[in-house]
């Protein structure tokens, strides 16, 4: 390598080194794992908006051998990918947080009582990846991203850690992530916020859902909510519960869509956490 072609890589580094750090603890991407991924783009397309990108790859990590991606994507944003993975235990959603070091972090969720999936892998042209499971069974993604795209916030609001009671594993989040459950004195409030520093990345909230409980959940941003949940019955969807988030200050709904995944749909498609 030239002198030139080593500062040009020095300069690189420094920048994928600064662009990482403002993401760093915040939920990057999503995954869908889906048993029938045309249905879930049927259902997301007519309930939020979504378009989709279709990305071929000839080694795919959730499948082996060549596979399509398929790239959700609103205003221009892609904030999530749809799946049918070769794993039958893998179904719903997975968030996946900004880490700086991937394969320390797998390390470390081991020592936390969490479990290691799928162990480390590269992506090209996206950055490190790996799957994990916390103590409680809830799986959530981590990534090192080695692209200049910022963290996407239209498709997503703040995610959610449903559970069927109040058993969140604080220190197992809190030492790999830096998020702190924000819990009040008042022991009844089933929803509790869960931030990062003076940012919120998430809410906990305790409600009984299915077998497949505890689970990371988002909340999809809907620009006209009342149609939003019409389109979810149309689709032989469930809306589960519907209340007013008190965190966003907007109306929020738990839905389980045609294929069975549960996610929540926020009243409002504004920037936000994510």
Known sequence: ???????????????????????????????????????SQSFY???????????????????????????????NEAGAGIVEPNMPHLRGWVPYVEVDDVDQAAERCVGLCGRVVKP???VPGVGRNCLLCDPNGAFVGICFSRHAFPAPTKQFGPEVYLSQSNDYPDDFYDELFGWKRQTESNRDDVT??????????????????????????????????????????EMN???????????????IALIRETNGTYSYLLDQQENGTG
């Not at 030239?2 to 403002?22: F, V, W």
């Not at 378009?51 to 596979?67: I, P, R």
């Not at 906990?204 to 149609?227: E, L, M, Y």
């Open 120 to 122: 480390p892998f590269e």
């Open 45 to 75: 397309e007519r309930v939020a908006g979504w378009s989709y990108l279709v990305e071929h790859a000839t080694n795919f990590a959730w499948g082996g051998g060549e596979g399509d991606y398929i790239l959700s994507v609103l205003s």
């Open 192 to 233: 509790h916020s869960i931030m990062r520093a003076d940012a919120n990345v998430g809410l906990n909230h305790t409600a009984v859902v299915d077998p497949w409980s505890p689970i990371w959940v988002p909340s999809v941003r809907v620009g006209k909510f009342a149609h939003a949940l019409d389109q979810v019955l």
């Open 1 to 39: 390598m030239t002198k030139q072609g080593k500062y040009r890589y020095l300069a690189l580094m420094l920048r994928g080194i600064a662009m990482n750090s403002d993401k760093t603890g915040r939920i990057v991407w999503h995954d869908l794992f889906t048993a029938d991924a045309h249905l």
């Open 237 to 251: 969807g469930e809306i589960v519960s519907q209340q007013k988030c008190k965190f966003e200050k907007h109306d």
